[in-house]
């Protein structure tokens, strides 16, 4: 018996929790994920002042990861989402 098999194999599905909109990024916790990929090095400083300027957050969180191919861990994550309203991730991040 011949079996086909896809070749981008058998995707892991992880569990994701219900999406929220949020009615203003103004005055509420930012925090970013950045993967320091070095195209993005000019740009996502620039990213970040604007979004603090703009929407006066009391409180910025920082995950900023070393490696520009794996995803931030879980357990690094997980805390930054606790103390957060809402994350501005990076491409790759």
Not at 15 to 37: C, E, L, S
Request: hydrophobic fraction near 40%; glycine fraction near 6%; include cysteine.
């Amino acid at each position: 018996m011949i079996e086909l098999v896809s070749p981008i194999g058998h995707p892991r599905v992880e569990a994701q929790a219900a999406r929220r909109a949020m009615d203003t990024p103004v005055g509420k916790r930012v925090g970013f994920i950045w993967n320091q990929y070095s195209v993005t090095k000019n740009f996502w400083p620039r990213l970040e002042r604007a979004i603090e300027t703009q929407c006066a957050p009391p409180a910025v969180q920082r995950a900023y990861k070393t490696n520009t191919w794996t995803p931030l861990e879980k357990p690094k994550f997980d805390a930054l989402a606790a103390e957060v309203d809402y994350l501005v991730v990076g491409v790759g991040a």
